[in-house]
């Protein structure tokens, strides 16, 4: 007999509310496993929403979890800005050459237009889709790329970097396009059915930039960002490590952050604690090569150290869980929450 | 005359300090001023050398950010080729070395381990970014014999595998070192793709080299 007493969404809204659901939500954020489930190649997969949808649902299905993730893969943005993306059969697709060659490149970037844009207006029918079939019952998650981290792909790290260090004036200007676009681009998915906007931004992570320069940069970027954005979000640092700075994002205004397995998940906890949701932070790499027993252990453990009053969501610590990770890994970590994930069981 | 007499701690203090706070001016100040005194060798050695394995160590615990690491890298690679140009005959003997980002478009970890290991005074070929089979041809046509592998995602981090396949199907030697996100997330990887070893930072890349050449030797 089920002794779920909540919806998905009601168990999510629980947390977020810092008070103790039925029991822990867990998010499998799962992009590339829906192609296995359609039995298609990646690209083929990626091609259609309809095929998207589907795979969402289907999976959420299979493994019982507590989200649909509308998320096709990260360059989707940057395909978007005119830059190219390539497919692999193993693995996420990937961005292309960066489109900003040079920083006077930057002076003449314009704001794309979402409409206009096929590859994002896919993502938005796959939501809209998503959201016909899925009601109320779980939330769907968007997700953005932070103003402050999209540059890693519109012109690689060490060029970002040096243009965060020599070019000032440059670095604001661009801040300020992407802050239109990411906008814009979290809103239209909200409208199309997106319950929360997952906000990537890897780059203000402790692991990339320091405290004091992630308060001048990153820390103000997600501020005005986020307070233009028409619903809740979770800010995601993508195995980043965040202890450091985990206050400041807080303050930011966001809902949730996803946390690093290299991180103590006790005093992430703690620093969070009634501030904002903790997300994570299974080490999806090591997760590949995972036996029962051991995922077992990986997601009791996760419980045992977060899941106290709320305020935590069991996920994986990428927000991506790579392509090689193996059915019965993912329905290991669905049965284990099940079984130590009881909140009256305590 | 010059000396190769020890460079003081707090010369090397203050060296870290202008790394860390990416000030350009101030490290170059303190190289000047330190090369009136002790050749560049022994200010790469002791002063140079030190910092960038303290600073990647201090990334590697938590206390610094990639930006920092990044940036000291170049200022120090900068720094280094002022003093000790590619050909100078005091930089570092060495087999022949490369550095390769192989499938991913993010090369930031190569770069700051091509710049960490030229400003230590090792000379060695950026490959860029490149697939399998272009890194198995340049392998073989540079007789490499230390070939550092840098990835960022984990498909590309399993594809070293075919690398080492291929490099041992054609008789060749070259040992190879893996590094990048993959490898510090999951450290039995290496050992699954057939390397023979890893670095988290420029700390182990340096001493990771040194083991190879004196098993070379």
């Given amino acids: 007999m089920s002794m779920e007493t909540m919806t998905s969404l009601q168990r999510v809204l629980t947390t977020l509310g810092h008070k103790e659901p039925d029991r822990v939500p867990f998010f499998l954020l799962l992009t590339m496993h829906g192609a296995k489930e359609l039995n298609m190649t990646i690209r083929e997969y990626f091609s259609k929403a309809e095929n998207v949808a589907e795979g969402q649902i289907r999976m959420r299905k299979k493994y019982g979890h507590d989200c649909l993730y509308s998320f096709f893969y990260a360059p989707v943005e940057v395909e978007a800005w005119g830059g190219s993306v390539i497919y692999s059969e193993d693995g996420p697709p990937n961005s292309g050459e960066p489109i900003i060659g040079s920083f006077a490149d930057i002076k003449t970037l314009r704001v794309p237009d979402i409409k206009q844009s096929p590859c994002l207006v896919k993502v938005l029918e796959a939501t809209r889709i998503m959201k016909k079939m899925i009601k109320d019952e779980a939330p769907i998650i968007g997700v953005v790329m932070s103003p402050f981290s999209l540059p890693v792909m519109q012109m690689g790290f060490s060029q970002y970097f040096d243009l965060m260090f020599a070019e000032p004036i440059l670095f604001e200007r661009l801040m300020a396009v992407n802050e239109e676009f990411c906008v814009n681009w979290a809103n239209a998915q909200l409208e199309a059915g997106a319950t929360a906007i997952c906000y990537f931004d890897p780059v203000s992570s402790s692991t990339i930039t320091p405290r004091d320069l992630y308060l001048k940069t990153g820390y103000e970027v997600a501020k005005r960002t986020l307070a233009r954005i028409n619903g809740p979000t979770a800010t995601h640092l993508a195995s980043g490590n965040g202890l450091p700075v985990v206050a400041d994002i807080a303050n930011t205004g966001t809902a949730a952050v996803g946390v690093s397995c290299n991180e103590d998940l006790l005093a992430v906890k703690a620093a969070c604690r009634s501030k904002t949701t903790v997300l994570g932070n299974l080490n999806g790499i090591e997760m590949r090569r995972w036996t029962p027993e051991q995922t077992e252990n990986e997601v009791k453990s996760a419980i045992q150290q977060a899941a106290a009053g709320g305020g935590f969501i069991l996920s994986d610590n990428h927000g991506e869980i790579p392509w090689q990770v193996p059915d019965d890994v993912l329905m290991a970590i669905s049965q284990a929450v099940h079984k130590w994930g009881w909140y009256s069981k305590k | ?217």
């Fill in chain 2, 1 to 217: 005359m010059k000396g190769r007499v020890g460079m003081n701690n707090l010369l090397s203090q203050d060296f870290e300090k202008a790394l860390l706070d990416m000030d350009q001016r101030a490290a170059t100040k303190i190289l000047t001023q330190a090369c009136e005194a002790v050749e560049p060798i022994v200010f790469v050695e002791q002063v140079v050398m030190p910092a960038l394995e303290k600073i990647g160590d201090d990334w590697d615990k938590g206390l610094i950010a990639l930006s920092q690491v990044y940036m000291s890298g170049r200022i120090c690679e900068r720094l280094v080729d002022t003093i000790l140009p590619p050909a100078s005959p005091n930089r570092t003997s060495q087999p022949a070395m490369a550095i390769a980002a192989l499938n991913d478009y993010h090369s930031l970890g190569k770069t700051i381990i091509y710049s960490s290991l030229r400003a230590s005074g090792y000379e060695l070929l950026d490959l860029g970014r490149v697939g399998v089979d272009e890194l198995v041809r340049q392998t073989i046509e540079h007789k490499l014999r230390i070939v550092l592998i840098s990835v960022l995602m984990l498909p590309s981090a399993l594809h070293v595998k075919q690398v080492v396949e291929r490099l041992k199907q054609q008789k060749c030697k070259a040992k190879i070192v893996v590094g990048g996100a993959p490898f510090r997330f999951d450290q039995q990887l290496w050992q699954e793709v057939g390397a023979d070893a890893t670095g988290a930072n420029i700390a182990d890349a340096l001493k990771v080299i040194h083991r190879i050449m004196e098993e070379m030797a």
